[in-house]
């Protein structure tokens, strides 16, 4: 049997609306502050955003890049790389969407059957969310989505569906010195805890949002805050990545 359409009818595509060349730099950590790391996502396509999660110094960084399929509203493939310092980047896992089912290339012999659409990772740092929340028809409509991930527990399969999380809107105010709309998210997908997502009031994307479970290992739970954004080339991108791994670390 197909997934369910979910909440696909809340979006319509617009072109315009996909910020082509910006990069959004953010800081990563417990919501506390506590293990801060850094998350620059580059939107170098239409349909293709690239994540680095790096710490300023570090010799090492991975680098995770989408494809999003524009008719669901999710992502259609997800390929992971190890950069080093003036090293080639190095593949490390892939993840492919076939029909309504996913295979991810550390686990070769299983599917994980999508539940609904569209769907998102956490462990992306939500940044395929980020990049569809400005296509929602009523960005004040309560929607759905459905959680596809690598659990940050190490029990059950290493890849799964978590469930939905459910999104509505909790009303307008400024955050990091924007104007920004509060939206409130609970649901299995969260364990049935309750986060918060603050998204620029303009253009819509992700300006901080905190979540009281963890998306990885090492985490007690999650706050991502919006530093600054760029335009960039992909030229200037793939210099800043170069630059950004192995850096001396900044006073």
Do not use: C
């Not at 492919?96 to 012999?109: A, C, K, L, M, Y």
Request: proline share 8%; hydrophobic share 35%.
């Amino acid at each position: 049997m197909p997934p369910a359409s979910a909440q696909i009818t809340a979006f319509r595509f617009d072109s315009l609306k996909v910020p082509v060349g910006r990069a959004f730099h953010y800081l990563k950590s417990n919501r506390d502050g506590t293990h801060p790391s850094l998350v620059s996502v580059y939107v170098r396509a239409v349909d293709r955003i690239e994540a680095l999660k790096w710490d300023s110094g570090g010799v090492s960084a991975t680098l995770v890049a989408a494809t999003i399929d524009w008719t669901r509203f999710s992502p259609r493939r997800f390929e992971a790389f190890a950069l080093e310092r003036d090293q080639p980047e190095q593949s490390r896992a892939t993840l492919e969407v076939t029909g309504s089912s996913v295979r991810v290339s550390f686990v070769p012999d299983s599917a994980v059957t999508i539940r609904a659409w569209p769907w998102h990772s956490y462990d992306f740092d939500f940044a395929s969310l980020s990049l569809v929340l400005p296509h929602r028809i009523d960005p004040r409509a309560p929607f759905r989505f459905e959680r596809l991930d690598v659990p940050a527990d190490a029990s059950g399969p290493l890849f799964r569906d978590l469930g939905e999380i459910r999104v509505s809107y909790a009303g307008s105010e400024q955050r990091l010195g924007a104007a920004t709309d509060r939206l409130t998210l609970t649901g299995p997908g969260l364990d049935d805890t309750e986060g918060q997502m603050w998204l620029d009031g303009k253009e819509g994307h992700i300006v901080e949002y905190q979540i009281p479970i963890p998306d990885e290992r090492g985490y007690r739970d999650g706050r991502l805050r919006l530093q600054r954004v760029d335009r960039m080339t992909p030229a200037q991108w793939n210099a800043f990545k170069g630059r950004s791994v192995g850096a001396p670390p900044r006073p």
